[in-house]
């Protein structure tokens, strides 16, 4: 499958996957890749995939940052 570097959805699957499996490195991996690509293209980040960054780099359960930011 070919999707291109400005399939941005799939870099925050990448996220959650390395995230859900406990491999905070893929995570990073993958945050990196997606940076790198956003720098060359001159582009910003989805709101949803700082979403997804925020999620994944805190030391919450999985979704419970979600939960929160709607309890508020």
Same mark, same amino acid.
């Given at each position: 499958?070919?999707?291109?570097?400005? !399939?941005? +959805?799939?870099?925050?699957?990448?996220? @959650?996957?390395?995230?859900?499996?406990?491999?905070?490195?893929? =995570?990073?991996?993958?945050? !990196?890749? +997606?940076?790198?690509?956003?720098?060359? @293209?001159?582009?910003?980040?989805?709101?949803?995939?700082?979403? =997804?960054?925020?999620?994944?780099?805190?030391?919450?359960?999985?979704?419970?940052?979600?939960?929160?930011?709607?309890?508020?």
């Amino acid at each position: 499958m070919n999707t291109g570097d400005t !399939a941005e +959805l799939l870099y925050r699957d990448w996220m @959650l996957i390395e995230r859900d499996n406990g491999n905070r490195a893929g =995570v990073h991996r993958a945050i !990196a890749a +997606l940076q790198d690509i956003n720098r060359r @293209l001159d582009v910003g980040m989805e709101p949803e995939t700082e979403e =997804v960054i925020m999620e994944c780099l805190s030391n919450s359960p999985p979704g419970e940052v979600f939960a929160e930011s709607a309890n508020s």
